[in-house]
């Protein structure tokens, strides 16, 4: 599977192996979503790569939108240049569930396939992540200043997001639910975002933030724990 035809993508997002989270009855880990009533100049912002909780490697979108006068005429702004091939693998065993999948969105411009992992404890409580860079034929990774990647988990208006001294991030729900994230090796840093979808229109929010090269970080993990406990896992 890859990008859609162009004249049924006019309302696509580049948003390749993007994942959203809820718990309860909230939402914790979202995507920007978009506004459908509101300001047009909005909806390109909400349609990139960087408005959705996954990878973006130079702050470039995985796929590309056609601003051609002639094209937006009959099809809008039409998703080209997309991810053409998407392998998933399921992952499930004993205790958990799970998937592995990559895309080649980048492959072309930057010569990086971003491959995802996801496993969900049975349980429900713990949501671990893993996502690497590589190239094709698993050629190294030179530093060439081309392979800076940002990936992002934007975080809803409702839920509370505190920062304590060991790196760790709390995510917190007014009445429910606590989730704590993690990475092994980045420090996650908070900056700004925009929720798009909100019924009252675009909302600030902010977003996770694991920023490196791929040069010197091939891949990360990082992981979500809900808990109970004064914000922390039991076992930290």
């Known amino acids: 599977l890859g ?5 049924v993508s006019n309302a696509a997002h580049a948003g390749c192996l993007a994942f959203e989270l809820s718990s309860g009855r909230q939402h914790f880990i979202v995507n920007a979503g978009i506004d459908t009533y509101g300001a047009p100049e909005f909806r390109p912002l909400a349609r990139a790569t960087a408005a959705h909780s996954t990878a973006t490697i130079n702050d470039t979108s995985s796929a590309r939108f056609s601003h051609s006068l002639r094209v937006s005429d ?7 240049g997309g991810p053409q091939h998407v392998p998933c693998k399921r992952l499930d065993q004993k205790g958990m569930q799970g998937f592995v999948a990559r895309h080649d969105g980048y492959v072309q411009q930057f010569g990086f396939l971003h ?10 409580n713990v949501l ?13 990774i030179r530093n060439n200043g081309r392979d800076f990647v940002t990936v992002r988990f934007h975080v809803h208006p409702d839920i509370s997001l505190l920062q304590d001294g060991h790196d760790r991030l709390t995510l917190a729900a007014a009445q429910g639910d606590s989730w ?4 092994a090796e980045v420090v996650p840093e908070v900056e700004e ?12 929010s ?11 970080i091939a891949e990360v993990h990082w992981q979500l724990t809900r808990t109970d406990i004064a914000g922390y896992p039991e076992n930290n």
């Open 74 to 80: 009959l099809l809008g702004s039409p998703l080209i």
């Open 115 to 124: 491959e995802r992992e996801l496993k969900l404890g049975t349980n429900g």
């Open 128 to 140: 671990a992540g893993r996502d690497r860079f590589l190239r094709p034929g698993n050629a190294a």
């Open 206 to 216: 902010r977003q996770i933030v694991l920023a490196f090269k791929a040069s010197e």
């Open 3 to 7: 990008s859609p035809p162009i004249d």
């Open 180 to 183: 704590v994230f993690t990475c």
């Open 193 to 204: 975002s925009i929720y798009f979808a909100g019924l009252s229109g675009p909302r600030r």
